[in-house]
């Protein structure tokens, strides 16, 4: 279900996995069906799958344990930010409560808000 309310501006939804883990493998598929259900209701979402050792310039200085980890942030902050596990409708639940609920952004450590700023401003 698509919350009424959605951001007016960009919202990134991420996905932070690693070549070599098998469950981001099969995660891979479950992001693009959950990002397609989403998207037409929200038009400018952004989806990144980011390969953390690929792509470690713009992950920083963030220690990614868990795979896969989600980010989903827009332009007032980060909305949520943590692993999931990889089915469907726990990605649909995150993405939705993360759209609905009306209150600023919680506080985030600050290397998860400076990965944000970094992946805002990545044109990829």
Known sequence: MIPPQSPAGPLWLACLCAAWCRTCDGYAPVLREVASAFEAALPALRVRWID?????????????????????????????????????????????????????????PSEVEAFAARLRSDRR
């Open 52 to 108: 953390i050792e690929d792509e470690a310039d713009l992950v920083g200085d963030l220690d990614v344990e868990t795979f896969p980890t989600i980010a989903v942030l827009d332009e007032r902050g980060v909305r949520f930010f943590g692993p999931l596990t990889p089915q469907p409708e726990t990605l649909r639940r995150v993405l939705g409560a993360t759209l609905a609920e009306a209150a600023a952004a919680a506080a985030v």
